[in-house]
């Protein structure tokens, strides 16, 4: 990799931002950052019991993670954030630490997402009730501020995918 990178993968629970992400920085030799991780220790116990999180409880998280990407921006270095980030309002936050920002937007089916949902352990996400709150809340990006990818290809062929339009000059 040549130029420094700062990538945002979104999607709602269940797309794959975490697995392609990391896939992701490998491939870009970049770090990688789960946006759970920075979640409040009340934002999760929220979502363990099923409550949807407020635009006021995402608000510190979207800020750390615009620091994130303001931090590696500073340091000219690559990193790929794996975050929700479902209103273009929270990527405009996001976007704060980075106006250059390359955004993956994982899309798919509710029957898909549920079906990954099941399958999950240890995650404090679960549930329908929240996975159909995150699609209600979902704002699609539009196709000049995201590549939009569909869940039902492989992490590798979507990483393929990203790769091959970054490297046909839509930067975004």
């Known amino acids: 990799m040549t130029t420094a990178q700062r990538i945002?993968?979104?999607?709602?629970?269940?797309?794959?931002?975490?697995?392609?992400?990391r896939l992701l920085a490998a491939r870009l030799g970049a770090d990688y950052i789960d946006g759970d991780d920075h979640h409040s220790a009340s934002s999760i116990d929220k979502m363990a019991r099923?409550?949807?999180l407020t635009d006021a409880d995402r608000q510190g998280w979207l800020e750390?993670?615009?620091?994130?990407?303001?931090?590696?921006?500073?340091r000219q270095a690559s990193v790929v954030i794996g975050c929700s980030a479902l209103k273009l309002r929270?990527?405009?936050?996001?976007r704060q630490g980075d106006p250059g920002?390359?955004?993956?937007?994982?899309n798919g089916?509710?029957?898909?997402?549920?079906?990954?949902?099941?399958?999950?352990?240890?995650?404090?996400?679960?549930?329908?009730?929240?996975l159909d709150?995150?699609?209600?809340?979902?704002?699609?990006p539009a196709a000049d501020e995201a590549l939009t990818l569909d869940v039902g290809h492989s992490p590798e062929a979507l990483v393929e995918a990203f790769l091959r339009w970054r490297t046909a000059g839509r930067e975004a």
């Open 101 to 106: 920002l390359a955004i993956l937007f994982l």
């Open 50 to 52: 099923g409550i949807p």
């Open 8 to 21: 945002l993968v979104m999607g709602v629970s269940g797309s794959g931002k975490s697995h392609v992400g």
């Open 64 to 74: 750390t993670l615009a620091g994130c990407f303001a931090d590696y921006r500073r």
């Open 90 to 94: 929270y990527r405009d936050i996001l």
């Open 109 to 130: 089916s509710r029957e898909q997402l549920r079906e990954r949902l099941a399958s999950r352990e240890g995650h404090f996400f679960k549930g329908d009730t929240m």
């Open 133 to 140: 709150s995150q699609l209600a809340t979902l704002e699609p």
